[in-house]
C-alpha cells in the first residue's frame, strides 16, 4: 500500500483551508460535510466560499497565508494554484506536524483526499493513489450502484441493537452467525425497504429461533485455476463466511486473500511425493472442526469433484451426519484452455473432450492408450508434466501422428501463465530446454493448431 488509510475525526475542529476558488470550494464542502470548522485564508476569496464557512461556523480571512495561520488546525487543505503558495504551506505545516494536502500536487502532500460514497455512518473510501482519477469516477459509479440507499439507515438500526444482542446471545460464535442471519435476511431487507417496525417484529422472532448448539457445516469449494475473476459469486460468498479455511498448493494467493479475514489458515497441501497431510487426515479435520460448530472452508483449487479428491472428503462428512454444501469451480482443463484460445471441442477438429490423470505410478502409467489416440478427440493430461515423454510416447505407438499438436500451460490463467505449443514428436525434447513447472496441464490434439489464431490473454510471464 502507498498509503494507510485512515478516517480522521475533525468534528467541531479547524481545517485550514488555503485558497478561495472554486477548487477551494469543494474542498471545503468536504471539510464541512465531516462537521469540521473551515477557517479559509486567501487574498480573494469567492462569495460561495465566505457563505459556507460563516454558515457553518468557520471564518474567512482575505490576506495572503503566514505560517501563524497554521496555528490550532487539525489539517490543512491548499488549493491554490500558485506554486510558491503551495511549497510554503507544505513547508510550514510539515515543520508543525499539521496534515497537508495541495490539490493537484501529490508530491507535497502529506495525506490524500479519497473518493467517497458516504452512507453514513457507512463511508466507502478508495484511491488510486491519484494515479488514474477516470478509475476512481468509474468504480464510485459502480459503489453507487451496488450499495443500498438505505445502507445508512440499516447500519444505524443494528448498531442501536448491539448492546441488546449481546446480553440476549452471550455465545460469541452464535452472536456471530446471528448478526449475519440478520444482515443476509428479511431484517435487512425490511429495514432497507423503511419498514423498522416490521424489522423489529422480524429481529425478535429471529433471535427468539436461535437454537443453543450452533451447527458447524463445511463448504466444498472450486477456487479455479488461479485467477480470481473466475470465482462464483457462491464460492465467493461462502468465503467470507468461513471461520476456518482449509487449502492446498493450487488455490493462487489473489483467491485466498477473498477469504474473510478473520478465517484461521490452514494449509493441508501436498507436494509431488510428499504429503503435508495425508488424505484421511484431511478428512477428519474437516468433520472434527465443523462439529465444534465453525463454518469450514474447504477451497480446492479447480473443480473440487476433478482429480481433487473432493468426493472422498464429503463422503467422510456425509458418513459422520455433517451438513455440507459443494461448490464447482472452474477447472483447470476450461481454465486453460479458454486463456490459451484452445477450443477443446470443435466442429472441425474434436467432437469429445477427456479429462485425464498423467500421473505416474511406479514410472509408468496407466491408461486406455489405444482409446486415448483414436482421432477426433482432445485429451486433456491433468498431471503429466513428468510423464509427458511418456505419454507423447505411447501415444504415438498407439497410432497418433507424430505431427499431432500439443500445448503445455503452466499456471493457466495467472499472470506467471506460460504456453509451449508443440508435436507429440517433437516435444519431449522441446520440454527439456523450456524448463516448464507444476502446476502445468497437457492439451494434446489438432485444436491445438487454433491457439496461435484464437490466443488473447497476454500475460506479464509472456511479454
Ligand atoms: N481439481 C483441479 C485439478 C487438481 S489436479 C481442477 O479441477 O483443476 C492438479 C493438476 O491440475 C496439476 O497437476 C495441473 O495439471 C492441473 N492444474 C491445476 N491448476 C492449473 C493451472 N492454473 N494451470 C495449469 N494446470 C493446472
Keep these: 500500500m502507498d498509503y494507510l488509510p485512515v478516517f480522521l475525526d475533525v468534528r467541531g475542529r479547524d481545517a485550514l483551508v488555503v485558497g478561495g476558488g472554486k477548487v477551494a470550494l469543494r474542498k471545503a464542502e468536504l471539510l464541512v460535510q465531516a462537521g469540521a470548522l473551515p477557517r479559509v485564508v486567501a487574498p480573494a476569496i469567492q462569495p460561495a466560499l465566505v457563505e459556507l464557512a460563516e454558515r457553518h461556523g468557520g471564518s474567512c ?202 478465517a484461521e489458515r490452514v494449509y493441508v497441501g501436498k507436494r509431488r511425493g510428499e504429503h503435508a497431510v495425508a488424505q484421511p487426515d484431511i478428512n477428519e479435520l474437516l468433520a472434527e472442526h465443523a462439529r465444534r460448530g465453525r463454518r469450514v472452508l474447504r477451497l480446492k483449487g479447480g473443480d473440487p469433484f476433478i482429480f481433487g479428491r473432493g468426493g472422498e472428503e464429503i463422503e467422510h462428512l456425509a458418513e459422520a451426519g455433517i451438513p455440507f454444501q459443494v461448490v464447482p469451480g ?56 513428468v510423464g509427458l515423454p511418456v505419454i507423447c510416447e505411447r501415444l504415438i505407438a498407439h497410432g497418433m501422428a507424430e505431427s499431432t499438436p500439443v500445448a503445455l500451460v503452466q499456471q493457466g490463467t495467472t499472470p506467471a501463465q506460460r504456453v509451449l505449443v508443440s508435436t507429440l514428436g517433437a516435444m519431449p525434447e522441446r520440454l527439456r530446454a523450456a524448463q516448464f513447472h507444476a502446476p502445468t496441464l497437457a492439451i494434446v490434439g489438432t485444436v491445438v493448431s487454433l491457439h496461435e489464431r484464437l490466443s488473447w490473454f497476454r500475460p506479464a510471464a509472456e511479454t
Design 61 to 262: 480571512d482575505a490576506v495572503p497565508f503566514a505560517p501563524a495561520h497554521l496555528a490550532g488546525a487539525a489539517l490543512v487543505i491548499v488549493a491554490t494554484g500558485v506554486p510558491e503558495v503551495d511549497a510554503t504551506v507544505h513547508r510550514e505545516a510539515g515543520a508543525r506536524g499539521v496534515p497537508v494536502n495541495v490539490a493537484d500536487r501529490p508530491e507535497l502532500c502529506t495525506f490524500i483526499l479519497p473518493a467517497v460514497v458516504d452512507r453514513s455512518p457507512v463511508i466507502v473510501a478508495f484511491s488510486t493513489g491519484g494515479r488514474v482519477p477516470v478509475l476512481a469516477r468509474s468504480l464510485r459509479a459502480r459503489l453507487e450502484a451496488m450499495l443500498p440507499a438505505g445502507l445508512g439507515r440499516l447500519a444505524d438500526f443494528l448498531g442501536a441493537r448491539r448492546g441488546w444482542l449481546r446480553e440476549r446471545v452471550p455465545d460469541p460464535g452464535l452472536r456471530l452467525r446471528a448478526w449475519e442471519r440478520l444482515l443476509e435476511g428479511a431484517v435487512a431487507e425490511r429495514v432497507l425497504a423503511g419498514d423498522e417496525a416490521g424489522a423489529e417484529r422480524l429481529l425478535q422472532e429471529e433471535v427468539a429461533a436461535l437454537d443453543g448448539a450452533p451447527r458447524g457445516e463445511v463448504f466444498l469449494v472450486g477456487a479455479g485455476p488461479g485467477d480470481p475473476d473466475l470465482l462464483s459469486f457462491r464460492a465467493l460468498r461462502l468465503m467470507q463466511q468461513a471461520d476456518v479455511v482449509f487449502y492446498d498448493r493450487l488455490v493462487s494467493a489473489p483467491v485466498l486473500a477473498l477469504v474473510r479475514r478473520e
Design 330 to 385: 472452474i477447472t483447470a482443463a476450461s481454465g486453460c484452455a479458454a486463456y490459451a484460445g484452445i477450443p477443446l471441442t470443435h466442429r472441425d477438429h474434436a467432437q469429445s473432450v477427456r479429462f485425464v490423470t498423467g500421473h505416474l505410478k511406479d514410472g509408468s502409467i496407466d491408461l486406455d492408450w489405444p482409446e486415448l489416440a483414436r482421432p477426433q478427440q482432445t485429451v486433456v493430461f491433468y498431471m503429466g508434466l
